[in-house]
């Protein structure tokens, strides 16, 4: 079965660091694009980052500067650093699939989602 | 950068139809997908690649996109397809767009 477990949630105060993980299981993580998504409380979906199976990176502005996606193949898991966190940065944080049409392998949505992982950013 | 704008609300009676919409600038020249998350759960594809719908996910969901509007259109609704519904679309700016969710009341 085809699943993503997400992992290192918790509270931190405001300026401290976090680093979410992401553990594929059913399908290779290193072949797919992967991407971090969260929702604040009460709130809509807001993509934060995405790697492609090149290694290349993509960060929404709210976060670029302060969180870094990165993925190890050989532990077929992904990962998100959180440093210099806000208030604003409190939610549930999901990892995704990316869906690629075969023939034009362009990107046509987000195919398997986590459960989340849930931060907290508070004094 | 594209913005994606959808209803807050849709109401439905069941066994009728919901249409759900989701604005942006030329959105038709883009591939939208669609999301649906019940109450404490993760989101769930519904719609892919404007019209597509993954294995699983039942007939009566189906997805258009033409000029600045894709809907997602629920014919036959059923109590269980009360959820928040998310479009969303990739934007120029190497970046993922999301709605800002429509919840639909059955």
């Known amino acids: 079965e085809v699943q993503l477990l997400e992992s290192g949630g918790g509270s931190v105060q405001p300026g401290g660091s976090l680093r979410l993980s992401c553990a594929a299981s059913?399908?290779?993580?290193?072949?797919?694009?992967m991407n971090w998504v969260r929702q604040a409380p009460g709130k809509g979906l807001e993509w934060v980052a995405y790697?492609?199976?090149?290694?290349?990176?993509y960060h929404a502005d709210s976060v670029k500067g302060r969180f870094t996606i990165s993925r190890d193949n050989a532990r077929n898991s992904l990962y998100l650093q959180m440093d210099s966190l806000r208030a604003e940065d409190t939610a549930v944080y999901y990892c995704?699939?990316?869906?690629?049409?075969?023939?034009?392998?362009?990107?046509?949505?987000?195919?398997?989602w986590g459960q989340g992982t849930t931060v907290t950013v508070s004094s | 950068s594209l913005e994606l704008t959808q209803p807050p609300s849709v109401s439905v009676s069941p066994g009728q139809t919901a249409a759900i919409t989701c604005s942006g600038d030329?959105?038709?020249?883009?591939?939208t997908s669609w999301y649906q998350q019940k109450p404490g759960q993760s989101p769930i594809l519904v719609i892919y690649?404007?019209?597509k719908r993954p294995s699983g996910i039942p007939e009566r969901f189906s997805g258009s996109n033409s000029g600045n509007t894709a809907t997602l259109t629920i014919s036959g609704a059923q109590a269980v397809d009360e959820a928040e519904y998310y479009c969303?679309?990739?934007?120029?700016?190497?970046?993922?767009?999301f709605g800002g969710g429509t919840k639909v009341t059955v």
């Open positions: 969303q679309a990739w934007d120029t700016n190497a970046a993922y767009v």
């Open positions: 030329k959105l038709g020249e883009k591939y």
């Open positions: 995704s699939r990316d869906l690629l049409n075969p023939i034009q392998g362009i990107i046509v949505g987000m195919d398997v």
């Open positions: 790697i492609n199976t090149h290694g290349a990176t």
């Open positions: 690649q404007d019209y």
């Open positions: 059913g399908f290779t993580l290193g072949s797919s694009e």
